[in-house]
């Protein structure tokens, strides 16, 4: 096992009708700014909600944040928030949302030009504190420290982290899921699968906790995710499903083991350049790293083929191979795609994104990387 | 799943040489107060490793806090600490010192009688802040807000808990236990394998995930506890029992689920009137207690010896039995003794534990269940 710190102070509240909670999470007289996105949460109840918990609050609202939420968008929440003197930011939906938000809270004491947060992972010394009511199970952005953020002008996606952006507080009421279409679960489910395996498909590194409890959370997804999709107001299968995705980014599996995030680097560029959703370009990429980085992930394929899928027959290639081919299936059984050709994409898409990472200078995701996965995607 | 709240701000830095990180987490100015234990720091190197990690610091020194820590040896740290204005305190040792320093750190700001901050669980409104470096993995006193100390005036061991009394940090470097004597590692892999228990062994609450962890930390400690006595070099292992131990007590598998303790409640009646260890009195107890309650426990039985100690033959009744046989035999396998006779002790032993339940009212450890329990045990 490596070394490592874990330290991840954020409180969860969690169950049904929390959001009543609010109230005693933020500071009394602070002024607060309710960000939110498309308005969702104006149909499903959450809104009216969050509204009666902090009754007594100076309340102020911030709509429409976008999915892979723009940087220019946010910075006008800054200024917003700058012009009011807003003291908490409570973020009200999905990761996208939340992630928004973390860049908004760290924008607003910054001297510099905010993009570079992100594009140059500029350090800054302080942030907003961040309540959040979670209303979709998929990014972990609700335990963690870490947002990724689009610019549109230039179609980049880019993340930082930093533990001045940790919520102070996340609220996650399973029943708030219930209202969302199934490609939002279908993704959210997905997302959190990958989270999972950027953090244990890795060279072994004599951790088997770390390793049993990812495979834990990767039986809980392809246990419940189909009947989250077949039974929508299940509750307890909804809840299973957000503290799977919770646990599958708070840093905990991470502890003592090496982690890979290829997958999410390079589908970041399929939804910069093509507007693919996130979870659908991470079911496209990862089989792809997988038998790019066949080698190094060898082991582990085997043991997840064994421990998860329950793959025992064949050579060890042979459950590999079945064991990538298992996970994909997982994957449309969702309803999610896996090939280019299923989004319209051909092999012309490739080399944009190669190309990417010739400036980058990743340790190892290289052009060529990238065109050895993609070509295999199509 | 039940609702809960989980909030956990230990900041836990593990791993080899981490000592030497002690400056970094401390504030400069503070007079700090080294609590250690009977001087197994000063023979094992640690004691040098603090001392020179703090060598810039006013360090003072408070030792002799004994297993099953007194609270009259705690009364008097608070004095020293009253005295000379200590500001911070480091336990440094085994879980006897740490819950020996909770106690201590909530004392000493204290207005009325401490000991009903243990007796009467009475509350207290600040504790002076603690870091840990700990030396014995076990109790998981490292990474919670629990204490459990005893009053050698009258035998009595009881607990409380706090956020209060969360560690700051907790330092874990696994070569610290090298030199630890075998029956510490029994004991601190049986305790651990309790405090799963107490948390997992119960009527299934629909949450699979918190069983599957669960499950993930017995199968570490099954696989890496006898290998911690046949090769207490190796790093790893030593790394991989630790890492359990923190983790079966962290609050992380108990959300949303419900608990028992009553392992526990009575194993320390056994200690504070017989003087057995800790872990030697889980042993002994928790087979009687979960055939005393095999009614609520049956499915998790089952479920347990299936995915844990792979039993799949003979009827579900033969299966619960077996599970329950497995995990005594590596109790036992451990070199850890699991009957009362074994300590020299009969059945005049029962009626006294008994009679100290008749008192409490608690919920279900009643006398009678008491006497039920330790009848199997003798």
């Known amino acids: 096992m490596e070394n490592f710190s874990y330290h991840n102070p954020v409180k969860i509240i969690f169950g049904r009708q929390t959001i009543a909670q609010l109230a005693n999470e933020i500071p009394a007289n602070a002024k607060v700014l309710m960000t939110y996105g498309g308005g969702s949460i104006k149909k499903n109840g959450v809104y009216e909600q969050v509204k009666a918990a902090l009754a007594g609050f100076d309340l102020l609202e911030f709509g429409g944040i976008e999915p892979n939420p723009h940087y220019e968008t946010c910075m006008k929440a800054v200024e917003l928030i700058r012009k009011e003197k807003v003291a908490f930011l409570l973020a009200v939906g999905g990761g996208s949302v939340v992630d928004g938000t973390k860049l908004i809270a760290a924008a607003v004491s910054f001297a510099g030009n905010p993009w570079d947060i992100v594009a140059r992972r500029a350090p800054f010394a302080s942030a907003l504190p961040i309540g959040v009511v979670l209303t979709l199970p998929a990014t972990g952005t609700e335990m963690n420290g870490n947002s990724v953020v689009t610019r549109a002008a230039t179609q980049e996606k880019l993340s930082f982290s930093s533990p001045l952006v940790y919520p102070k507080f996340s609220i996650l009421d399973p029943e708030t899921t219930y209202s969302l279409p199934p490609r939002q679960i279908s993704n959210g489910v997905v997302d959190a699968f990958v989270h999972v395996a950027e953090q244990y498909m890795n060279p072994p590194a004599n951790a088997p906790l770390q390793d049993y409890y990812a495979e834990s959370i990767l039986k809980v997804l392809i246990e419940e995710g189909p009947r989250a999709l077949s039974a929508p107001q299940d509750y307890n299968v909804r809840a299973n499903v957000m503290w799977a995705a919770t646990m599958a980014l708070n840093g905990l599996i991470a502890c003592g083991v090496p982690q890979d995030w290829s997958t999410h680097e390079i589908g970041h560029e399929l939804t910069a350049l093509h507007g693919l959703d996130h979870g659908q370009t991470l079911a496209v990429v990862m089989p792809g790293v997988w038998r790019t980085l066949r080698a190094q992930k060898f082991d582990k394929l ?23 081919d298992a996970t994909e299936n997982f994957f449309r059984s969702l309803g999610t795609k896996t090939k280019l050709a299923e989004y319209g994409l051909d092999e012309t898409v490739i080399e944009p994104v190669a190309q990417r990472f010739a400036a980058r200078q990743h340790p190892f995701i290289t052009p060529d990387m990238v065109r050895k996965v993609l070509r295999q995607r199509l």
């Not at 085997?302 to 990538?324: D, H, T, W, Y």
């Open 302 to 324: 085997l043991q997840m083929g064994k421990r998860v899928f329950g793959i025992a027959g064949g050579s060890p290639e042979e459950r590999v191979e079945a064991a990538i």
